[in-house]
């Protein structure tokens, strides 16, 4: 029962775990878009379990694909050939830009990102690091230097990390004018690092700082001015990768730059522990031997099952998926703020939206009791969204790429509805 579980928990994990519902959900199935709990109550999953799920739970030949390969091989490591990791390196290199063509298979975001800024470090010879506010990288010691988000309350242990102003196009000082976010970067390089600029990472549209779309044209003054500089660009695609922003594969396309680096997760695996580097044959060639080793990346199982998310997603044709039904959202969600005054804004692209509640729409004053009602009403109507933003007070509609026109509607209705019982 939840409240066995709930006891173990309490008794055997750590206390820094939290649930999300007044009453914590006991999930104990799943099945494409929807999850299933202990009473056999079925809830459609618009999370995703953080947006990780790209292709639906238990996506039958992603399951195939890791029976079958689980069967044959799960361990061996890199020590010795096996043809999973060079099938998926070679499919996964194929879905990026000509140079970007030498792939790394980490466990995870925080692994991945750890790895592109040693690469960084290690290419330029330089320490300083440039991430945005209100990014999410990572939680290992050293990407929670990245991280920057006012909820986190660990003290950086990253020295030569500095966080820039954060091109949000709906809180930002500069409002969609990326120049006045751009001048920042060069601020910081020229007063933070005194010029020492080993790499620069943002997310594409950031994930859990709320679903917040970069503004317009930042990146490519940005990777302008670090290239300047002398350091490398990373693109964090834990969130945006594989088609889940509907009109581009890779998030970094909706900027229009290629990256020196990309690190990926979450949807690259469906739900197995995976993640990704993919970098240029010049920068690798500072990752000699013996300074990047791992495990368990790449494993066979991890392999199979990221190969057959690449098979699905195309075979299924999840990105223009993702554009039609994204786009149906976004406009339904749009259209409900002539109802509800408390939206203070929709954003997103894709099965990546935002909708942010406020008070006041002009002070922007964080609705962050009213969108916590909500998200329990929700969930008492079976929709799992997720929350976010800098004070909570932010949906993160994020749900696997297999969510339907039919889905979106049932959620913006049910948000419609819980909106006017507030
Ligand atoms: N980057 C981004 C953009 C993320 O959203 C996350 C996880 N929320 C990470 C990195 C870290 O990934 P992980 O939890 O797999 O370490």
């Known amino acids: 029962s939840a409240d066995e579980v709930l006891a173990k928990r309490k008794a055997f994990l750590g206390p820094s775990l939290f649930h999300y519902y007044n009453k914590p959900l006991n999930i104990v199935e799943g099945k494409m878009q929807y999850l299933y709990d202990d009473s056999g109550k079925r809830y459609l999953d618009a999370f995703a379990g953080i947006v990780t799920v790209s292709c639906g739970h238990c996506h039958p030949e992603i399951l195939n ?8 091989l799960q361990h061996a490591t890199t020590i010795y050939l096996n043809h999973t990791i060079a099938d998926f390196a070679e499919a996964l290199a194929s879905k990026m830009p000509a140079n970007l ?11 991945a990102n750890d790895l592109a800024m040693m690469m960084a470090r290690l290419y330029t010879g330089n ?29 950086i242990p990253e020295g030569h990390v500095h966080h820039v102003m954060n091109p949000d196009p709906y809180h930002g000082a500069f409002g969609a004018d990326a120049t006045g976010y751009a001048n920042d970067v060069q601020d910081h390089i020229n007063y933070g ?14 994930g859990v700082g709320g679903a917040v779309e970069l503004a317009p044209g930042y990146l490519k003054l940005v990777y302008d001015i670090i290239h300047k500089a002398g350091g490398v660009c990373i693109a964090d695609e834990v ?57 368990f990346g790449g494993n066979p199982v991890c392999s199979s ?8 997603l195309d075979k299924e044709k999840r990105q223009a998926h993702c554009h039609e039904v994204g786009s149906h959202m976004l406009e339904r969600l749009r259209s409900l703020m002539h109802r509800h005054e408390i939206i203070g804004n929709v954003r997103g692209r894709g099965l990546m939206v935002g909708v942010e509640l ?20 929700l969930r008492e109507l079976g929709i799992l969204v997720g929350k976010g933003g800098l004070n909570g007070n932010v949906f993160r509609i994020k749900p696997p790429m297999c969510f339907t026109k039919d889905d979106a509607d049932f959620l913006v209705d049910a948000l419609d509805y819980s909106l006017s019982k507030l």
């Open 65 to 72: 694909a890791i029976t079958d390969q689980s069967k044959l």
């Open 305 to 312: 099952g990221g190969l057959a998310v690449l098979r699905v």
């Open 193 to 206: 690092t005194s010029g020492n600029v080993a790499g620069f990472i943002a997310e594409t549209i950031q």
């Open 239 to 295: 969130q945006t990768g594989f088609g889940r922003t509907g009109s581009h594969y890779w998030g970094f396309e909706t900027q229009g730059v290629i990256p020196d680096i990309v690190t990926m997760a979450k949807g690259i695996g469906n739900g197995l522990p995976l993640g990704a580097v993919i970098t240029t044959p010049e920068i690798a060639s500072v990752m000699a031997r013996k300074i990047q080793f791992n495990t």
């Open 358 to 377: 406020v008070t006041d729409r002009k002070a922007k004053t964080p609705a962050k009791a009213e969108t916590g009602v909500v998200f329990e009403k």
């Open 101 to 111: 063509k030498v792939v790394y298979f980490v466990n995870s975001g925080s692994e």
């Open 127 to 155: 320490l300083g690091m440039i991430s945005l506010r209100n990014a999410y990288h990572g939680g290992s010691s050293s990407t929670l230097g990245l991280t920057a988000l006012n909820t986190w309350k660990y003290p």
